[in-house]
């Protein structure tokens, strides 16, 4: 099964960059969906710079899978989802990875996934082809679990906090390093 993990770029500052706090969510969580659903091969981003490092986060937690920036993905582009399905469909296709997190904007995630996400959260598309996610996004849309909820497991999803180990890899991020 091919499987895309649609984020939502994370909280940001003044400066348009993910806040620490936003950064340590997502981290925990991505940490979470890798252990449910597996590993994410490749990050499609913005190239926004809070979307980047969005991707940068999620991209340390999925074991540094590779990142790869498209421009379809960005803010101003709600306006051409057809084309932004398409383009994620062929750079999906692409890769020898069947998991692949993509981290947008509101508008384009409305618009191509027909889903609203608040900053940070995601949700998880699977299908038999990437092509096939796009046919029938309501039936294709899966839990995170595939298991009955473990409560400690759905304590860390909903009040993600990062153990020190895992401050410590995220200290590695340029940008987290001054505010964690």
């Known amino acids: 099964m091919k499987k895309f993990i649609i984020y939502r770029h994370g909280e940001y500052d003044d400066r348009q960059e993910l806040t620490a706090q936003s950064a340590q969510e997502i981290f925990a969580r991505t940490l979470l969906i890798k252990q449910q659903i597996g590993c ?9 710079c809070r979307a980047e490092q969005t991707a940068r986060v ?8 590779r990142i790869e920036t498209e421009a379809l993905l960005a803010e101003h582009m709600s306006d051409h989802p057809r ?10 296709g692409g890769q020898k990875c069947d998991i692949i997190a993509v981290v ?10 027909m889903v609203g996400l ?8 699977e299908a038999e082809s990437w092509g096939e996610i ?9 839990a995170r679990s595939q298991t009955p909820p473990d ?14 180990e895992e401050l410590q890899q995220l200290r590695r991020l340029d940008f987290l390093a001054p505010q964690l």
């Open 40 to 48: 994410a091969g490749m990050v499609l981003t913005s190239p926004v």
């Open 58 to 65: 999620i991209a340390l937690a999925m074991n540094n899978a």
């Open 118 to 125: 608040n900053p940070g959260m995601e949700i998880i598309f």
């Open 104 to 113: 947008s904007h509101r508008p384009n995630i409305s618009r191509m996934f």
């Open 134 to 142: 796009f046919e029938n996004l309501g039936g294709n849309l899966i």
């Open 83 to 92: 084309e932004g399905r398409d383009r994620l469909i062929k750079l999906a």
């Open 151 to 164: 409560e400690s497991l759905l304590q860390r999803y909903f009040n993600p906090v990062c153990s020190e």
